[in-house]
């Protein structure tokens, strides 16, 4: 079965940096894509970004285009989200999901499999 796992969240300065991390297993050729999505408080679940396993190319939204770079190292079966200049409405818990084409990102309902989240905090 899928596996993911996220790390690397925790308490940051506006302005500061972290590096996400998501660990999977399982993934087999019914999976296209990592996606990194968030949720607020009371806040509806958006897509952030994802990369497509096969050929590496990726989709962010307009609200972290320039701060946030996704990678993935396929040796470690790892995909990354580094994040900089944060903001304090970055502020949510953060998770990385396995499923369609990136095409598909925006609409977290067509990820099937989802990892626990982690919390990114951006405050004074």
């Known amino acids: 079965q899928v596996q993911l796992v996220e790390s690397g969240g925790g308490l940051v300065q506006p302005g500061g940096s972290l590096r996400l991390s998501c660990a999977a297993s399982?993934?087999?050729?019914?999976?296209?894509?990592i996606g990194w999505f968030r949720q607020a408080p009371g806040k509806e679940r958006e897509g952030v970004s994802c990369i497509a396993l096969s050929d590496g190319s990726t989709v962010y939204a307009d609200s972290v285009k320039g701060r946030f770079t996704i990678s993935r190292d396929s040796a470690k079966n790892t995909v990354y989200l580094q994040m900089n200049s944060l903001k304090p409405e970055d502020t949510a818990v953060y998770y990385c999901?396995?499923?369609?084409?990136?095409?598909?990102?925006?609409?977290?309902?067509?990820?099937?499999?989802w990892g626990q989240g982690t919390q990114v905090t951006v405050s004074s």
């Open positions: 399982g993934i087999t050729l019914d999976y296209y894509a």
């Open positions: 999901a396995a499923g369609p084409p990136c095409a598909y990102y925006s609409n977290y309902i067509d990820f099937p499999d």
